[in-house]
């Protein structure tokens, strides 16, 4: 049984790392010596065909997806898509929870109601 999900779920959180068809398909091939065509990649995605469990695991981390089945929208997952953080974007967050003083001035910067 396909689950179409996977595709939408695979393109989206390639995009969302900004990588491209052809630098998964190296980064597969480089860091887990697996070979694949990027035709391949793209029917997965297209939901044509579905990766193997140790290709979908080997994705996920190469993705950074810690949740499958939360990325998948299964596990009381919220419906609206994934919040993925660069890492400067994760300090500045980190960042904020420390300085508590300057919450109420961010928050009203950010027109965020208290």
């Known amino acids: 049984m396909k689950n179409t999900n996977l595709g939408r779920m695979l393109r989206y959180y390639r995009k969302a790392n900004m990588y491209s068809v052809k630098q998964v398909v190296e980064k597969l091939s480089r860091e887990y010596d697996t070979n694949i065509s990027p035709k391949t990649l793209y029917s997965w995605e297209n939901s044509q065909n579905q990766p193997s469990a140790d290709l979908l695991l080997m994705l996920c981390r190469i993705y950074k997806i810690n949740n499958i089945l939360e990325a998948l929208g299964y596990d009381g997952?919220?419906?609206?898509?994934?919040?993925?953080?660069?890492?400067?974007?994760?300090?500045?967050?980190?960042k904020y929870r420390s300085r508590?003083?300057?919450?109420?001035?961010?928050?009203?910067?950010?027109?965020?109601?208290?």
């Open 77 to 94: 997952a919220p419906e609206q898509a994934p919040l993925i953080l660069t890492p400067e974007e994760r300090e500045i967050i980190l």
């Open 100 to 114: 508590k003083y300057f919450n109420s001035a961010i928050r009203k910067l950010l027109d965020i109601e208290d």
